[in-house]
């Protein structure tokens, strides 16, 4: 991935493209720095498995920020940490939450996972650029798989589960699909 976007030509960002960048590393933060503290405290395997994969997923898009020339909003921040505040209210009721109990914490990993599939849909809408598009057709697959695996805990626990981000159709055929292979963000 990495070398597909050293070869792609580092034009101009439109303001969406690069709003779109911003978000999508920060997102996957929330979701590696929330998953973090969710095996923590419930041991749950899909959030020790997940986190690792995030942090690839932010490392692809810090590869793209830094081959357009923008700045990192997660540098030098702590875990759980955030410049933007609605991020960091995001962050704070998603931990509050799945902390609760073992069926909230696995809401709330179902909860990110379709955020950031449709968050990464919406974004790849306001690009053309190929280095772009392929790493987020790329953390779009990653995102389905850890649907997958929380929706098996959503099935193993009785957790009610109601998409708020894609509808209901598209939330269980993405859960019932078969997994995906995913390139390695090297």
């Known amino acids: 991935m990495r070398a597909n976007i050293a070869r792609s030509p580092s ?3 439109t303001a ?15 979701a590696r720095d929330v998953y973090i503290r969710l095996f923590e405290r419930w041991g749950i395997r899909p959030f020790g498995n997940i986190s690792g994969s995030e942090q690839a997923h932010m490392d692809a898009i810090l590869a793209l920020l830094k081959h357009y020339g923008l700045p990192d909003p997660a540098q030098g921040l702590a875990l759980g940490e955030f410049h933007n505040p609605e991020l960091q209210r995001l962050y704070d009721r998603l931990v509050k939450q799945g902390l ?3 069926e909230d914490a696995i809401h709330v990993g179902l909860l990110i996972e379709e955020l950031d599939i449709a968050d990464l849909q919406k974004a790849a809408t306001q690009t053309d650029k190929a280095a772009i598009l392929g790493v987020y057709g790329e ?3 990653g995102s389905r798989n850890h649907l997958r695996a929380f929706y098996r805990w959503k099935q193993m626990l009785g957790v009610n589960y109601v998409p708020q981000h894609l ?8 859960a019932l699909s078969v997994h995906e292979d995913c390139s390695a963000p090297g």
């Open 11 to 13: 034009s101009d960002l």
């Open 167 to 174: 509808s209901p159709e598209i939330f269980e055929r993405t």
């Open 100 to 102: 609760r109990s073992s």
């Open 16 to 30: 969406a493209e690069r709003e779109g960048l911003l978000l999508m590393r920060e997102e996957e933060k929330i």
């Open 139 to 141: 953390l779009e697959r």
